[in-house]
T-cell receptor
């Protein structure tokens, strides 16, 4: 059974701070990792993908992957109130068309 | 920016009725998916579709469910005889290169079975 685990939160951070979101996964064969943002009542929106161990930066977002520890994280620098949402971690085997397995998400609240 | 369009945004149906949820994927995308999210729970995979056939389906996608791409643009999910537990948000998604590159979700259809 493939599982993706996230702390459900809420994680509260002050505006301008760094928000750190974590995710662990059970399937060692997982090769592709994604962070989606989901506002309440809306669809998931892809914000980051990462495939190799290490860090990947895109604007205020940094994804970190450690396959040995089966751990993925997302850092959001200079957090803004508009970042308040649920962040979904998703993983998949990198074999073409295998489905995404989602975690339940971490709710982030950025306090102005 | 190209979008995945889903209709209707909200559908209320009586238990036992058939429903069809409609999706228009991004035009040059080749891979199509349906996911669902029961309120407060995880986003769950239902089915993937490529080259006019189902690539993979989950345990949720039983004989009550079917998918179709009838005209080269629409992608539909049919639930033959709805149950109360089918109440959820249903998301269509499409991708250019399969799952590994990530894909774009539609805005969703909220299905309420009463």
């Amino acid at each position: 059974q493939k599982e993706v685990e996230q702390n459900s939160g809420p994680l509260s951070v002050p505006e301008g701070a760094i928000a750190s979101l974590n995710c662990t996964y059970s399937d060692r064969g997982s090769q592709s990792f994604f962070w989606y943002r989901q506002y309440s009542g809306k669809s998931p929106e892809l914000i980051m993908s990462i495939y190799s161990n290490g860090d990947k930066e895109d604007g205020r977002f940094t994804a970190q992957l450690n396959k040995a520890s089966q751990y993925v994280s997302l850092l959001i620098r200079d957090s803004q109130p508009s970042d308040s949402a649920t962040y979904l971690c998703a993983v998949t085997l990198n074999s073409g068309n295998t489905p995404l397995v989602f975690g339940k998400g971490t709710r982030l609240s950025v306090i102005a | 920016e190209p979008e995945v369009t889903q209709t209707p945004s909200h559908q209320v149906t009586q238990m036992g009725q058939e429903v069809i949820l409609r999706c228009v994927p991004i035009s040059n995308h080749l891979y199509f998916y349906w996911y669902r999210q029961i309120l407060g729970q995880k986003v769950e995979f239902l089915v993937s579709f490529y080259n006019n056939e189902i690539s993979e389906k989950s345990e949720i996608f039983d004989d009550q469910f079917s998918v179709e791409r009838p005209d080269g643009s629409n992608f539909t999910l049919k639930i033959r005889s709805t149950k109360l537990e089918d109440s959820a948000m249903y998301f269509c998604a499409s991708g250019l290169s399969g799952t590994a590159m990530g894909y774009t979700f539609g805005s969703g259809t909220r299905l309420t079975v009463v």
